[in-house]
């Protein structure tokens, strides 16, 4: 790779975190493009010296802080873009990521930097976070009280794990619709470690739709990789109805072309306590 190009994937990066954390350090650098850390100050100087309006120092977090000239110029920022920048490790339909970040594929939604760089540090830092937060049940905004430790990607929407004040619950806060402005509470009380549903793991078996004729659950054994006429996947309890629905076989179909898969018996017995409505 010839030096500007690498220069300029490595300025990619710096912006991607920048957009979304609201800071960087030579950490991030070194641990993406495993380097030295005096060469990844180099690469921030070199980044600093090209855009000198876009970085400040600030001592007490030891990081480049995003000034109002970066902010200004965010547009059209891609969430996905920002966790593939930071993780590399990716698995299968809801892969986990560095064990707080899950992602399936590029968001639909439009999800704002500066609105976001909150949250994360919240996980990152395991801090309760007090945000204003918008639903179906309240139109209006209103100031919530959480302590989030996971992002979870749904196939359509990114959603927040935290464990909510209010409801003194963990539950699942769709990610766009927060806003506001965010005041930090202290360090976490109720971290993963109490997430009960998050820490516990199920098996999502599925199997041919029965009523398709031997011929045709052979074209879908073979489809979904099914071994003896199944396939198994380990999921947390907490991401189970997102897989149903990734799959499509939250509900059931009409006909068999249409439904393709089911749960087996066995399966849909196991998980249904995890699901918000009874299968």
Known sequence: ????????????????????????????????????????????????EKFPQYLRYDPSCKAFIATTEFDQKINGQD?????????????????????????????????NPIQVRPILRAIREKLAIDIGYISL????????????????????????RAYCNKNQAYRDFTLSRF?????????AKNTVIEDEKWNTFVNVVIEADPRLNPQQKRVIERDFQMTDGQKTMSIRAALVNYLLRRLHIDSYKNTPEEQQIVLTRESRKNISMYLPIPL
Request: charged share 20%; proline share 3%.
């Open 137 to 160: 049940s309240n139109p209006d905004y209103l100031d919530r009280i959480i302590q989030p430790h996971a992002l979870i990607f749904d196939g359509l929407r990114w959603h927040v």
């Open 179 to 187: 806003n506001g402005h965010a005041v930090f509470e202290g360090k």
């Open 79 to 111: 969430f996905s873009n920002y966790l593939t920048a930071i993780f590399s490790n990716k698995n299968s339909v809801i892969a986990s990521v560095d064990a707080w970040a899950l992602e399936v594929e590029a968001p639909l939604r439009n999800i």
């Open 1 to 48: 790779m010839d030096m500007a190009k690498e220069t300029s994937i490595r300025f990619a990066f710096i912006d991607n975190v920048v957009s979304w954390e609201g800071q960087i350090n030579t950490s991030h650098i070194a641990q993406k493009f495993h380097l030295s850390r005096q060469s990844a100050s180099h690469v921030l100087k070199q980044y600093r």
